[in-house]
T-cell receptor
Framework: EAQVTQNPRYLITVTGKKLTVTCSQN?????MSWYRQDPGLGLRQIYY???????DKGDVPEGYKVSRKEKRNFPLILESPSPNQTSLYFC???FGGGREQYFGPGTRLTVT | QQPVQSPQAVILREGEDAVINCSSS?????VHWYRQKHGEAPVFLMI?????EQKGHEKISASFNEKKQQSSLYLTASQLSYSGTYFC???????????FGAGTRLFVKA
């Protein structure tokens, strides 16, 4: 089944404790992206990747890191999480920039 | 530079029609439409590309005015299952970011 998977689905952590949210797709998509969703603000892009080893900042990259060492995986790293990073995070993939995107199930992160 | 969606919310009775608009200040390469139900991930509905190509859902249609940088999503003969939040996503000419509107909440009642 074609899908985007994310782990964990739910995470509660404390300020400053490094964490990684994994994202994997099995559709051989080149473009992958991370979004955060906050009430009233819609989906805001954090980072995107056009292909392996090619990543760039979206609109809200501060406090986040990403890497793309393999085509199928695109982990999101929060090296020192803060309470303002409490949000719902989605990973998405597509065949290319500008094409329709397929979203993972989401990761609800709470930072206390 | 976030695209502006209108209306912000709409309530329909089953069988009624609705139009959701998305307007950008930048030249667009493509516009995507997604529906998100509460607690779930956004689901792709429709894509419209510069030059006229379209791909999407059978019962939902959309238009894309490239000159005005605007797109509209048309929901006809609405069903209860159409309820949710609709987002437009825009991909600008010469850029690589995807920018989403704030969403339109649609509620269909029996």
């Amino acid at each position: 089944e074609a899908q985007v998977t994310q782990n964990p689905r739910y995470l509660i952590t404390v300020t400053g404790k490094k964490l990684t949210v994994t994202c994997s797709q099995n559709m051989n998509h080149e473009y992958m992206s991370w979004y955060r969703q906050d009430p009233g603000l819609g989906l805001r892009q954090i980072y995107y990747s056009m292909n392996v080893e090619v990543t760039d900042k979206g609109d809200v990259p501060e406090g986040y890191k990403v890497s793309r060492k393999e085509k199928r995986n695109f982990p999101l790293i929060l090296e020192s999480p803060s309470p303002n990073q409490t949000s719902l995070y989605f990973c998405a993939s597509s065949f290319g920039g500008g094409r329709e995107q397929y979203f993972g199930p989401g990761t609800r992160l709470t930072v206390t | 530079q976030q695209p502006v969606q209108s209306p912000q919310a709409v309530i329909l009775r089953e069988g009624e029609d609705a139009v959701i608009n998305c307007s950008s200040s930048k030249a667009l390469y493509s516009v995507h439409w997604y529906r998100q139900k509460h607690g779930e991930a956004p689901v792709f509905l429709m894509i419209l590309l510069k030059g006229g190509e379209q791909k999407g859902h059978e019962k939902i249609s959309a238009s894309f005015n490239e000159k005005k940088q605007q797109s509209s999503l048309y929901l006809t003969a609405s069903q209860l299952s159409y309820s949710g939040t609709y987002f437009c996503g825009t991909y600008t000419t010469g850029g690589f970011k995807t920018i989403f509107g704030a969403g339109t909440r649609l509620f269909v009642k029996a």
